[in-house]
């Protein structure tokens, strides 16, 4: 992948019509947008929501949504070659070829399977290919119930090493407050910091379409700027509305500036990645040993234990008054944890999750 590289995610009110079919005319905006940028020497990645909308729109003749897993599941399968349909006569009208990518959570947490994407998406960009990537929710029931797009897409950016992160929505960017509930609300043109108060100003989705929302959006923000990944959430019915996202102006959207020390690809993919299978809660003692002195987490730090976890799985670390300070790679199993080697998380496989 290019330095300049870019993962830009379209939410399904934003991809789809008000009857739920398929916004051409948003995707032809974004698709543009695509093409100037690569021909800027960007390195561009679509992740698209949307697939089960638009297969409903196709099947449901005007009923309602359904929520049954197994149905929605089915539904996903049907919108889901719509959704690309599109993209490729977006992208076709530019003479850009478009490559489908479905992830599974499996992509992620499994290292060889997390590498292998990785290539295959480098693969699709030497080739010229805008990949077009969305969750594999035909096959995924978990990732319909809990998962979303703006996790997918900062895993997407971490993924392939992105400088820039966009998500667009139906909103202008992050507000101070719910609009609806405060007509005074205006828009955070920048963020330094992401803090409780930041998370807590964000609401829940509005639409009711997608799985996502404000605070889905913001927690896709911390992932990607602990990542070093620059990012904007911005409105997608407005003209031009990536290239805006990328001028460097602050005047269009919310911007999330990045940690100034950027995880390593292998420790991101720790942090973030990778499901947790058990906890682990630690005296103050090491604390002081891992945040101020760079240690390894050793078996005399640690005060309890939970998790059914092997080695080699990841658990979340817990300082002693409860709230998670790290995540790492413990290197014994929870059967026998008081037996073996006194290194517990090596200092390798162990990612700080406070800020200095």
């Known amino acids: 992948m290019t330095i300049r590289s870019v993962v830009v995610k379209i939410g399904t009110?934003?991809?789809?019509?008000?009857?739920?079919?398929?916004?051409?005319?948003?995707?032809?905006?974004?698709?543009?947008?695509?093409?100037?940028?690569?021909?800027?020497?960007?390195?561009?990645?679509?992740?698209?929501?949307?697939?089960?909308?638009?297969?409903?729109?196709?099947?449901?003749?005007?009923?309602?949504?359904?929520?049954?897993?197994?149905?929605?599941?089915?539904?996903?399968?049907?919108?889901?070659?719509?959704?690309?349909?599109?993209?490729?006569?977006?992208?076709?009208?530019?003479?850009?070829?478009?490559?489908?990518?479905?992830?599974?959570?499996?992509?992620?947490?499994?290292?060889?399977?997390?590498?292998?994407?990785?290539?295959?998406?480098?693969?699709?960009?030497s080739l010229g290919v805008v990949a077009v990537v969305n969750e594999n929710d035909a096959v995924a029931d978990e990732e319909i119930r809990f998962g979303d797009n703006d996790r997918l897409a900062a895993l997407v950016a971490n993924l392939v090493t992105a400088s820039h992160l966009v998500l667009l929505t139906d909103t202008p960017g992050l507000l101070t407050a719910d609009p609806r509930l405060d007509p005074s609300a205006t828009l955070i043109d920048v963020v330094t910091s992401i803090d409780a108060h930041l998370e807590t100003v964000a609401g829940a989705s509005r639409s009711g379409v997608g799985s996502g929302g404000m605070a889905s959006k913001v927690a896709a923000a911390r992932m990607a700027t602990w990542s070093g990944v620059t990012t904007v959430i911005a409105p997608a019915r407005e003209a031009t509305p990536l290239l805006r996202s990328l001028s460097g102006a602050h005047d269009f959207g919310t911007t999330f500036e990045p940690r100034a020390e950027r995880l390593s690809a292998r420790k991101a993919w720790i942090a973030f990645a990778v499901a947790s299978s058990g906890v682990v809660r630690i005296n103050q003692g090491a604390l002081q040993a891992l945040e101020n002195h760079g240690r390894s987490l050793l078996r005399v730090g640690v005060e309890s234990f939970a998790g059914d976890f092997a080695e080699g799985d990841a658990v979340e670390v817990q300082g002693p008054h409860g709230d998670v300070v790290a995540k790492g790679l413990v290197r014994v199993n929870a059967e026998s944890f008081h037996d073996g080697d006194d290194i517990i998380v090596h200092r390798d496989d162990l990612v700080l999750l406070r800020r200095p």
Do not use: K
């Open 13 to 125: 009110t934003s991809v789809t019509d008000a009857y739920g079919g398929v916004a051409h005319d948003v995707l032809e905006s974004l698709a543009s947008d695509v093409v100037v940028l690569r021909e800027q020497g960007w390195s561009v990645v679509v992740v698209t929501s949307g697939a089960i909308t638009a297969g409903w729109a196709d099947v449901g003749e005007g009923r309602a949504r359904p929520t049954d897993s197994t149905i929605l599941q089915a539904v996903s399968a049907v919108g889901q070659p719509l959704l690309m349909d599109a993209w490729r006569r977006a992208f076709g009208t530019h003479g850009v070829a478009v490559g489908q990518v479905l992830l599974a959570p499996l992509d992620f947490s499994h290292r060889g399977q997390y590498l292998h994407a990785r290539s295959t998406l480098a693969a699709l960009d």
